[in-house]
């Protein structure tokens, strides 16, 4: 459980990330347009993790023997990713004069390719699968209705503390993984 809520979390730090940083743009968001706004990071980030799931069932009985090797390199690469990302920030999604909804989608979108890899090794460790799906769906939404709110206050660099949190925490899973195969 712990586990789960860890990586939950994990995923939606850049979910978060970004929210800060439309929340600081925009400013003047309705409570109803940041509802609907987290609730699509919180529809993609869940269905993201589950074709990766999807195709993670595909090759799991081909890998089993490393499979444990495969779970450390993705999530270590992906939270090593995620903390270099904290320090560089991505400047592009800024343009938009207002967060149009095909903005956000993009956005979203751009914010959950990295639990659509997650989701390979979920096929590899989960053995609760919708309740997976639901603590990233719930979390992110969480995080990011909080992201839109509270960006305008504390600005765009909190959010990259955050995904570097995140990162680390994904990084933390993979090695749990690997160290609890290890020592079998």
């Known amino acids: 459980m712990l586990q789960t809520a860890v990586l939950a979390f994990s995923l939606s730090t850049?979910?978060?990330a970004a929210s800060i940083a439309k929340g600081a743009r925009f400013q003047?968001?309705?409570l109803l347009r940041a509802l609907g706004i987290a609730a699509g990071f919180g529809l993609l980030e869940a269905l993201s993790p589950l074709i990766g799931y999807l195709l993670g069932l595909q090759f799991s009985g081909l890998i089993e023997d490393y499979d444990h090797w495969v779970a450390f390199i993705v999530l270590g690469c992906l939270g090593l990713r995620m903390v270099w990302k904290s320090f560089h920030p991505d400047e592009v999604e800024e343009v938009a004069a207002f967060p149009t909804w095909g903005a956000v989608i993009a956005t979203a979108l751009g914010t959950s390719?990295?639990?659509t890899a997650v989701g390979v090794t979920l096929a590899l460790f989960s053995d609760n699968i919708p309740m997976t799906l639901l603590a990233i769906g719930l979390v992110t939404f969480l995080m990011c209705f909080m992201g839109l709110r509270l960006g305008g206050l504390i600005g765009a660099r909190t959010g990259r503390w955050a995904e570097m949190v995140g990162g680390i925490g994904l990084f933390v899973i993979g090695a749990n993984i690997l160290f609890t195969h290890m020592t079998r």
């Open 14 to 16: 850049d979910a978060f």
């Open 28 to 30: 003047s968001l309705t």
């Open 113 to 115: 390719v990295d639990a």
